[in-house]
């Protein structure tokens, strides 16, 4: 073990008293300090398996609440997660949870112009051979053509 894997080992405040203990169980200073660093490497990797498990638990249970119309708890669950772990899976769940646009179907053709009412209730529509729609908020029909 390097001086500065020493020195990273003593600013955790643990180092001191496990490097005393393996001494008094008779290991050399080298032997010692290896055994501390060693223990300190598996207790990483065990922490950051825990930390994936956690992860995996959340992104189930925001795919949970996103079946369950619970938006609001899912996105809190998915804020919540490390992000280094976000992967597809975790930006899939917050598309999912991002789909409050909607799709009217009024027109064969493509629409040219688009006006919404001062309330967001009513939108009037307007196709490429002058032909207007004008569609509800709750609905999405034709009120007339």
Request: with cysteine; net charge neutral.
């Given at each position: ?77 998915l804020w919540k997660s490390p992000e280094r ?22 027109h064969e053709t493509n629409v040219a112009t ?32």
């Amino acid at each position: 073990m390097g001086p500065q894997s020493v020195a990273a080992l003593q600013g955790v405040g643990y180092w001191y008293p496990l490097h005393a203990f393996t001494r008094r169980e008779g290991l050399r200073r080298e032997k010692a300090e290896d055994a501390v660093q060693a223990f300190f490497e598996r207790f990483a990797i065990a922490r950051k398996g825990e930390q994936r498990e956690a992860y995996d638990s959340n992104i189930e249970l925001a795919n949970q609440y996103i079946e369950q119309g619970s938006i609001d708890r899912a996105l809190e669950t998915l804020w919540k997660s490390p992000e280094r772990y976000r992967h597809w899976k975790w930006g899939h769940l917050l598309y999912l949870c991002h789909q409050d646009a909607a799709s009217i179907r009024t027109h064969e053709t493509n629409v040219a112009t688009v006006l919404f009412s001062p309330d967001g209730r009513w939108l009037v529509s307007e196709d490429a051979p002058p032909r207007g729609r004008l569609v509800g908020e709750k609905c999405g029909l034709a009120v007339n053509g």
